[in-house]
């Protein structure tokens, strides 16, 4: 069975982006940050400069949350 991380990344892959970055924090949670500037720019993704969204996975690639910042 597929775990969401698996499923989201799949998803945007399906829509034509590259692979998204992760990284895993201290608790070993996978982190993935999106935004429209800087490193992990992707043309798919807009914004304003300072402002990213960050998806969040448990250890096990379970969906914990999104969050949207400046």
């Known amino acids: ?3 969401d ?3 989201f990344k799949e998803l945007y892959l ?3 982006v590259p692979e998204l ?3 895993t924090d201290e608790k ?3 982190i993935i940050k999106l935004n429209g500037w800087g490193k992990n720019q992707r043309p798919q993704f807009d914004g ?3 402002f990213y969204s960050e998806v969040t ?3 096990d ?3 914990i949350k999104q969050g949207f910042w400046e």
């Open 1 to 3: 069975m597929k775990t």
């Open 5 to 7: 991380f698996i499923r």
């Open 14 to 16: 399906s829509f034509g």
């Open 57 to 59: 996975f448990d250890k």
């Open 61 to 63: 690639g379970k969906f």
């Open 28 to 30: 070993g949670n996978i």
């Open 21 to 23: 970055n992760h990284k």
């Open 48 to 50: 304003h400069m300072g």
